[in-house]
C-alpha cells in the first residue's frame, strides 16, 4: 500500500510543503524508472526519501544497503 493511499490529500499535501524537496537528479531517476522498469512503484518518494534521510543521519551510518 502506497503512502498516499493511507493518507488524507491535505495531510499528504501538507507534509510534501514541510519537506525537503527532491534534487533535480532525484526527479529525474524517477522519471526514468516509471519510464524503463516494470514494478517502478519500488522506489521511494519525497517523504520516505526524507524519513529514511533522517534516520541515517540519526543513526550516524558508515554503511547502507
Request: charge should be negative.
Amino acid at each position: 500500500m502506497a503512502i498516499a493511499e493511507t493518507m488524507s490529500d491535505q495531510l499528504l499535501d501538507y507534509c510534501k510543503e514541510h519537506s525537503k524537496a527532491n534534487s533535480s537528479m532525484l526527479v529525474e531517476l524517477e522519471k526514468y524508472t516509471f519510464a524503463n522498469e516494470d514494478v517502478p512503484q519500488m522506489i521511494s518518494g519525497q517523504l520516505v526519501g526524507n524519513l529514511l534521510q533522517s534516520i541515517i543521519l540519526m543513526i550516524r551510518a558508515k554503511q547502507i544497503v
